[in-house]
């Protein structure tokens, strides 16, 4: 009955992250975009939901400190193989990895010389737990100051 138990917990697992170490980026008013890596380590085809969380932890970087509270974005998913159509998730055969891109977009009276921490979550469906995360750090400037 335990090695049945640790089977299911090693099969909710996914490996996520940004494309050549990039989570860090600039939203202007054309926005921003992330490619990410979604991994399945396991032996079985999986489903996965994608969800975007804002924490209010601050996540300034030394050059562009943090001149007040986190700001909340808009957070879109794309397929990077189907000319950016838009996704909620995806399916990933065992042991394979897809690409897929997180647009970040700007609301309209966001403050500027603020930043957005997003963490963005692989929702195993099977499971219904995340099963990998990668935070995302987005600075939004003032555009006077360019």
Do not use: H
């Amino acid at each position: 009955m335990l090695f049945s138990q640790g089977t299911i917990a090693q099969d909710c697992k996914a490996n996520l992250s940004a494309q050549n170490q990039k989570n860090v980026g600039t939203a202007d008013e054309d926005g921003t975009a992330f490619t990410l890596e979604l991994s399945n380590p396991t032996s079985r085809t999986k489903s996965y939901r994608f969800t975007a969380t804002f924490s209010s932890t601050p996540c300034s970087t030394p050059n562009k400190a943090n001149l007040g509270e986190n700001v909340v974005l808009d957070v879109s998913f794309a397929d990077t193989s189907f000319s950016s159509q838009v996704i909620t998730g995806m399916e990933v055969i065992p042991r394979q990895m897809k690409t897929f891109k997180v647009d970040v977009q700007v609301p309209a009276g966001t403050p500027f010389n603020r930043w957005s921490c997003i963490e963005i979550n692989a929702i195993d469906m099977e499971c219904g737990t995340v099963a990998a995360t990668q935070l995302l750090r987005v600075f939004v400037p003032d555009p006077s100051e360019e």
